[in-house]
């Protein structure tokens, strides 16, 4: 910085003459201001030659020691120079730049971007061919960019990895790949819990924008430990595995072969992997050479953290910050519904230009109105399980909030029900209206019959695809699954099937492979268990478990309702 500061300045004195400049200082050593002699930077040879040049080639030598994102400006200056502005003017607009984000995502790059091999060329290409991508991922990852930034730097990481987010989910928020990865980082669940990413029906950990990002670094810090502090074994590591690289690297020890990641033998994934980060860095390193323009980036906070005290309503959240419930989203995609998590951490991200109108609204606000609350009175056939699905909560938060000490409920007993303030479409990026969009547009986009198939015991992805002959990955696309997920029974499936009877019934398309499957409403009578009414009606505990929300250490009460999805030829 502090260089490229000194060319403009060089720039600055050389075109405009030290007239208009020299009048920015006042010092008693004459000797120095009006001294010819030039101090250049050891090493910086190309500025040097320009200092020692004519002053016919000042300009042309100069402008090619500046840093190429910095020559517009200089050209901006020096036109303002011709005009007369001041050198304050001068100052301010270098600073400017100075401080935007591409110019400190630069000065913090650290890895061999090494461009003349076949795989970066390959990525270099393709970016090149498709500008309008660059444009999508910043416009993306502009909210996150900052801090992932400050994050990579805290840690003395090479800035390179800040990029990570674009290989990895294209800078979106609420990616969810066919190998169960998700959010920025993609962390699969097993790894999300090793680094303490929970997971509950309220959210999805590997999703916050803070924790994740915190385990992603923490992550491919001590993988690059492990290797030596080669970052791109770090990064093939962080892709297919640290056991992977290990294995490909003692195999080409035992071989004789050199073990650095070019000469591994890796999946193919991950061999493209380092070579498409190198290529992005590269690109924006260095963006006009490929006909780039990148969007201006301030470097400063995009959000700010606030602390909410308790659950929070998200419409709520959006009108204390002034914001469009969508960028609250945006900034907090690890919600699942259309509030935070009740068991907190009670915090929100906001944007910064919000964060002191939420901090005063909330601080106002009575603490009962952060969520609306509902009274309901228990009808006969409720259970907490179906009450909570009704009013989009769990069955532990109406425990909770009405302290209950177990799921025994009584008909005619009130209870107090946490609940959305607006209506569902409101709250548009929940975890269900991001999953009913994906379901319209796959019928858009691949025609067919809309089946709803509800899940029954024994039901998996290839059955169901191979029944209304589609295959295993749009099945699960088409419900933000992937093909590794586990099928709960009872969950809704929607299917575009090909099949031309296809009937838009779960239960008929259940009936056409394995037999009368139907709805059932049990009451609990003295005596039984789980056990007992699960080998009465052939079907598992963990079903029944699943089902209606229980905690199958807990004993049942009699009179408690109970839902059973059961093949009506093998009941009682």
Not at 105 to 131: I, N, S, T, Y
Not at 306 to 311: A, K, L, R, S
């Amino acid at each position: 910085m502090l260089r490229t500061r000194s060319a403009l300045f060089l720039s600055f004195i050389f075109i405009g003459g030290c007239t208009s400049v020299q009048s920015l200082f006042s010092t008693t050593d004459d000797t120095v201001l009006n001294s010819h002699e030039t101090t250049v930077a050891a090493g910086d040879e190309r500025l040097k030659r320009s200092v020692e040049s004519s002053d016919a080639d000042a300009t042309t030598a100069l402008d090619e020691a500046i840093e190429p994102s910095l020559k517009q400006t200089a050209e901006r200056a020096r036109t303002r120079l011709d005009s007369g502005r001041n050198a304050e003017e001068l100052v301010e607009e270098v600073e400017v730049a100075e401080r935007d984000l591409w110019q400190r995502l630069r000065a913090g790059f650290a890895m061999d971007h090494e461009a003349d091999r076949e795989r970066v060329q390959r990525h270099l290409a393709w970016f090149k061919r498709h500008p309008a991508y660059i444009d999508r991922v910043v416009e993306r990852g502009h909210r996150y960019l900052y801090h992932i930034v400050n994050e990579t730097e805290s840690r003395g990481l090479p800035t390179e990895l800040a990029l990570l987010p674009i290989v990895e989910s294209a800078f979106d928020p609420f990616a969810y790949s066919h190998g169960r990865a998700a959010g920025l980082w993609q962390f699969v669940p097993a790894t999300g819990r090793h680094f303490g990413l929970d997971q509950s029906w309220w959210h999805d950990d590997r999703r916050d924008v803070l924790a994740a990002t915190d385990a992603a670094l923490t992550y491919l810090d001590q993988l690059a430990t492990r290797f030596d502090r080669d970052f791109t074994l770090a990064l093939a590591a962080y892709n297919s595995g640290g056991g992977t690289v290990s294995s490909a690297i003692r195999r080409n020890t035992n071989s004789g072969k050199p073990t650095d990641y070019w000469a591994l033998s890796l999946p193919r994934e991950t061999r493209n992997y380092v070579p498409k980060l190198l290529a992005l860095a590269i690109i924006l390193d260095n963006p006009e050479d490929f006909g780039i323009e990148l969007p201006p980036l301030k470097d400063e906070p995009y959000f700010d953290v606030m602390d909410t005290g308790g659950q929070i309503d998200l419409a709520q959240a959006a009108e204390l910050a002034g914001v469009d419930i969508d960028e609250i989203y945006l900034l907090n995609p690890s919600f699942n519904r259309w509030a935070t998590r009740p068991d907190g951490p009670h915090r929100l991200l906001v944007p910064i230009d919000s964060a002191a109108r939420f901090r005063e609204g909330i601080a106002a606000m009575d603490p009962k109105s952060r969520v609306a609350w509902q009274d309901y009175s228990v009808k006969s056939g409720d259970n907490l399980g179906s009450i909570a699905r009704r009013f989009g909560t769990t069955p532990a938060v109406i425990r909770q909030v009405n302290n209950l000490r177990s799921d025994t409920i009584r008909i005619n007993q009130q209870l107090l029900i946490p609940s959305a303030r607006a209506g569902a479409g409101d709250y548009a990026l929940s975890e269900a209206q991001r999953l009913e969009r994906t379901q319209a547009r796959a019928g858009r986009n691949n025609g067919g019959n809309r089946v709803d198939h509800v899940v029954k015991r024994g039901d998996t992805f290839w059955d169901i695809a191979r029944e209304h002959g589609v295959s295993v990955r749009q099945v699960a696309a088409w419900n933000n699954m992937a093909p590794g997920d586990a099928l709960i029974p009872g969950r809704k499936l929607v299917v575009w099937s090909r099949r031309a009877n296809a009937q838009s019934s779960s239960v008929a398309s259940a009936n056409a492979r394995s037999g009368m499957v139907r709805r059932v409403g049990y009451r609990v009578r003295s005596g039984d268990s789980l056990h007992a009414i699960a080998n009465r009606f052939s079907v598992n505990v963990s079903d029944i478990a699943s089902w209606n929300d229980l905690n199958t250490s807990r004993y049942l009460q009699p009179g408690q309702s109970l839902v059973l999805y059961v093949d009506v030829r093998n009941s009682p």
